[in-house]
Nanobody
Framework: QVYLTESGGGLVQAGGSLRLSCATSGRALLRNHVGWFRQGPDKEREFVAAITRTDNTWNGVIYYAESFLGRFTISGDSAKATVYLTRNDLKPEDTAVYYC?????????????????WGQGTQVTVSS
């Protein structure tokens, strides 16, 4: 079984910060990469960032969507097998459900099609 548990969402004021967590366990630890996606109201789910596994930890190569480069930071905590997504200076347009997912090697971690297991999502609402 693949286990992914997101947390850290909530209601945040514009200009604030958040750190989302994606705890991985089970067969998720056999995957090649963890990615973060988001889906805003009436929008398609879009790629935000991803990190690959190296030496059995989530501390490998990092990928960002070009539009989010410099706005989001992805990182891994090897001891906790958790991947974080951090965002400072939140804006109302960051309101979305944020999902983490895992996938096998063989393609670009920036592609939604490279992910086969998804978490339940965590809602982030940014008030103006």
């Amino acid at each position: 079984q693949v286990y992914l548990t997101e947390s850290g969402g909530g209601l945040v004021q514009a200009g604030g910060s958040l750190r989302l967590s994606c705890a991985t366990s089970g067969r998720a630890l056999l995957r090649n990469h963890v990615g973060w996606f988001r889906q805003g109201p009436d929008k398609e789910r879009e790629f935000v960032a991803a990190i690959t596994r190296t030496d059995n930890t989530w501390n490998g190569v990092i990928y960002y969507a070009e539009s989010f480069l410099g706005r989001f930071t992805i990182s891994g905590d090897s001891a906790k097998a958790t991947v974080y997504l951090t965002r400072n200076d939140l804006k109302p347009e960051d309101t979305a459900v944020y999902y983490c997912a895992v996938g096998w090697a063989g393609g670009s971690p920036t592609s939604r099609g490279q992910y086969d297991s998804w978490g339940q999502g965590t809602q982030v609402t940014v008030s103006s």
